[in-house]
């Protein structure tokens, strides 16, 4: 993975430097509150419901055992012993002191790790596919151009204080793994005649108007990629609204102007920078590409050290293979999912003991290297297979192998009420009660892959639009209800999900899942994932089934009106 | 009165800045004499009238006005001053880049309005080179720690128009 050069040191301790004067200077007085919370949201620094929320970056999703080592430490020795993986590449610690955080700031860059940018109205950290460099399907990797592109969007002067926050994510695979349509830019690299380039998508969001994002070019040549991408940001920071911050990101300049109209403006902004300075050149891509080249594979052995046998006769063992592990490149490896959905824990958690131990196995199975799903979990992305159940038994003792990655308790969740100062509901209880009414492994197994998605409010943090079943919690007269989506889904085929009604109390909800999962088991042909039956059947038979019995609309006012 | 930094140091700031009252129109406003920083809207209403009776000539953008329409007009002007209502409106970073870097104007760039010590180094770097500081801070502070937080930047920009790659040893 890419390491830092004098430069990219010297810069993360001039901010360190820069945040602790900050800091200072907003103790003393010096900066008001709100001179301040700009600059401290541009270092992941929230105040929140209970005590600052700290955001710490894991850029692209790579990490290597010293990071996560830093991580846990910094959770004992700050915060609480345990923090939190976003669904953007990000760790969230929920218990930091304001004063501590510059500290922290500078043991992170000890391991060349940063909160740089990690909230505020400015561009924020990349993202890209968990399996980057490793999955079978991919056809570039994108983890150099994600480095250049990180690096460009730090401290960029002109675009620091944009209309609203800026979300980039770039894809080199066939099968899309970053959500690239539901970025402000979706970069998708692909080769078009023998040349290497992005088809870059612009105005896809979630949050309160989801929408998906619309091509402005179907082919970027890849030296180009910094020039056009400040064309971009430039229309949008002289352009986009800023008298609503609800209507501030780019996807409503894109749509008021129309896609055909925005594509123009970018194109007429970027004959200015096309070939100029920023231009990438081979030199610099292949510096930075240098430094993610494959690690020393060993050539598969002809023994598989029992694996077969294993799988034919341990049942919990093969539960988990089938679930935990995604094709890789190179024959004899796999990349393995540990799972941070354990029943009954908040998604996403990890405890610092449980870092301390993920570090130890990248060490042992995986290079000294991780990485960070979307969906809230850690990837091993270079296992060797023979030596997948000696990683099973360790990431088992810790509780990091329950078998549920793609199945319905491995529910993609934010922090929610319970830690979040936007939130309107509680989303880790919902998790957790949902977990504990499908508890039994067969039949989690038996239904098979389905994507749960939980967002406490509508900034859509737990991108409950893109979940097969999405849940949102909303604020109704102080109550906290929540609003079912269905057919959802990310992907290459990434759409938003459909309300099926009128919003549930947060007692309802195991219900309302079990209800919707019956419909599917009822329905289903063989060989039918939840999805497609979803997309056979609509939306009806699910909607009929979890309102059954109830009064709705007319019916329940009339029975409000008698009561 | 804001404080202006300029040329490293603190100074006195020899501008005034016309303001259009209420009932009073670009077109009907009396023009005063002196060195006078106008609005957008006057300058395009009164151009001739200002050039006729004024040597050195300033011009205030707002966040909403463009550059573009006041490009052929720059080698009027002797002073350029970008106003920032609230200094997380970043439009002004965007008109000052275009200036130097597209329109190539020369002259002294100002950022007027909510300007604090810890933007001077972004607004240096798109190619302000005065600023008047907001009431109440310390300039002396702000002069010798508030440009050089970062010692180098990874992108072009107006002051470093090579990106760090293509400087690269």
């Known amino acids: ?563 | 009165m804001a404080q202006l930094i300029k040329h490293g140091t603190a100074t006195v700031d020899t501008w005034k800045t016309l303001e259009i009252a209420e009932g009073e129109t670009p077109e009907s406003v009396a023009l005063p004499t002196g060195d006078v920083i106008f609005p957008l809207a006057v300058w395009q209403a009164r151009k001739a009238e200002i050039i006729s009776c004024h040597k050195r000539i300033g011009l205030l953008i707002q966040p909403d006005e463009r550059v573009e329409d006041v490009a052929a007009d720059l080698d009027y002007f002797v002073v350029i001053a970008i106003s920032f209502p609230k200094f997380v409106d970043g439009r002004g970073y965007s008109t000052a880049s275009l200036l130097r870097q597209r329109y190539k104007y020369q002259g002294e760039l100002r950022a007027v309005g909510d300007v604090l010590h810890d933007q001077l180094f972004y607004m240096r770097r798109v190619g302000f080179n005065s600023y008047a500081l907001k009431d109440g801070k310390n300039v002396a502070v702000a002069v010798e720690a508030g440009f050089s937080p970062f010692s180098d930047a990874y992108q072009a920009s107006t002051t470093q128009p090579q990106p760090y790659f293509r400087r690269r040893a």
């Open chain 1, 1 to 563: 993975m890419y390491k830092y050069d004098a430069i990219d040191r010297q810069l993360i301790n001039e901010r360190v430097a820069q945040f602790r004067d900050q800091v200072r200077r907003w103790k003393a007085g010096e900066l008001t509150d709100d001179e301040f919370r700009p600059l401290r949201l541009q270092n992941g620094l929230y105040i929140q419901r209970h005590a600052p929320m700290f955001r710490i970056a894991v850029p692209y999703a790579m990490m290597n055992s010293a990071q996560m080592r830093t991580l846990a430490h910094v959770a004992r020795k700050y915060d609480r012993g345990y923090g939190h993986f976003t669904t953007r590449h990000n760790l969230q610690l929920n218990w930091p002191k304001v004063e501590d955080v510059p500290e922290i700031l500078a043991e992170l860059a000890e391991v060349e790790m940063h909160a740089i940018q990690t909230s505020g109205n400015c561009m924020r950290n990349i993202t890209t596919d968990q399996f980057a460099g490793v999955a079978a399907d991919e056809v570039i990797d994108p983890r150099p151009l994600a480095e250049i592109l990180r690096q460009w969007t730090t401290f960029h002067p002109e675009f620091a204080f944009l209309p609203r926050k800026f979300k980039i994510a770039i894809s080199g695979t066939r099968d899309d793994r970053a959500v690239t349509w539901f970025h402000d830019i979706g970069l998708q690299l692909q080769e078009q005649n023998g040349e290497t380039g992005f088809r870059v998508i612009v105005g896809g969001g979630l949050g309160r108007t989801p929408i998906r994002g619309q091509i402005v070019r179907e082919f970027l040549p890849w030296q180009h990629i910094l020039t056009y991408c400040e064309a971009i940001l430039r229309v949008y920071n002289r352009q986009g609204r800023r008298d609503n911050a609800y209507k501030a990101r780019i996807k409503i300049l894109v749509q008021a102007l129309g896609v055909e109209a925005f594509a123009q403006l970018v194109e007429d902004e970027w004959a200015h920078g096309k070939d100029g300075p920023a231009t990438l050149t081979q030199a610099e891509f292949d510096r930075v590409a240098a430094h993610f080249t494959a690690p020393a594979y060993e050539k598969p052995s002809t023994s598989d050290a029992g694996l077969a046998e294993k799988l034919a006769t341990e049942k919990s063992f093969k539960n988990w293979v089938d679930r935990s592990t995604h094709p890789h490149k190179v024959p004899g490896y796999t990349a393995v999912t540990l799972s941070l959905k354990k029943h009954g824990i908040a998604p996403g958690d990890i405890t610092s003991d449980q870092m301390g131990i993920v570090a130890d196995l990248a060490d042992q199975y995986s290079f000294g290297e991780l990485r960070i799903s979307h969906e809230q979990n850690i990837i091993l992305a270079d296992v060797k297979l023979s030596d997948l159940y000696a990683l099973w038994q360790k990431a088992k003792a810790a509780g990091l192998a329950t078998p549920n990655t793609g199945l319905l308790t491995g529910i993609i969740c934010c922090p929610g009420g319970d830690f979040c100062d936007l939130a309107n509901a509680k989303s880790i209880p919902i998790a957790n009660a949902i977990q504990a009414r499908f508890d039994n492994l067969d039949y989690l197994f038996d239904i098979g892959e389905i994507d749960l998605n939980i967002s406490g409010c509508m900034n859509a943090c737990g991108h409950h639009h893109v979940g097969h079943i999405g849940v949102l919690g909303v604020d109704k007269n102080d109550s906290e209800f929540y609003q079912v989506t269905l057919g959802g889904r990310q992907g290459n085929d990434a759409k938003l999900g459909k309300v099926i009604g009128p919003s549930f109390a947060a007692d309802e909800m195991p219900d309302v899942v079990d209800k919707i999962i019956k419909v599917y088991i009822e329905s289903r042909h063989p060989d039918e994932r939840f999805l497609d039956t979803f997309d056979r059947i609509g939306i009806d038979p699910f909607k009929n089934r979890v309102y059954e019995g109830r009064a709705h609309g007319k019916a329940k006012a009339a029975q409000k009106e008698a009561a």
